[in-house]
């Protein structure tokens, strides 16, 4: 367990570099409301986007992305409405998954924008 907190973690990082080098502003990391969690909320010119990190060490078991489910989607719309709320949101919003696979200590980054439409 130790092992995929360590590697979920380096794949948030990687993905808020990656992010952060295609001009996105993070606004918060693992934003939490009730049991729903999204991994980022970044800021690109005037829409803000939710992003679900996905990260595997091996295509064994699936592509990271695949591991995103339904009940995940529900989640972070539950989250980002709340958020919305509260900071009385009215631009663009979108949902994105980033899905960060590890190759030989280097990760290979595939950013899906408007991932549930």
Do not use: C
Request: charged share 25%; proline share 2%.
């Amino acid at each position: 367990m130790a092992h995929n907190t360590t590697l979920g973690k380096l794949g948030e990082q990687a993905a808020e570099a990656h992010l952060i080098a295609h001009g996105y502003q993070i606004l918060e990391r693992n934003y939490r409301y009730r049991r729903a969690e999204v991994d980022l909320i970044v800021l690109k010119e005037t829409t803000l986007v939710f992003i679900e990190v996905k990260t595997r060490s091996t295509h064994q078991y699936g592509f990271p992305e695949e591991a995103v489910s339904s009940k995940k989607e529900v989640m972070l719309q539950l989250a980002a409405d709340y958020y919305i709320e509260q900071h009385q949101w009215q631009y663009e919003v979108r949902f994105d998954v980033i899905s960060v696979l590890w190759h030989q200590d280097r990760p290979e980054i595939l950013h899906i924008e408007d991932a549930f439409h």
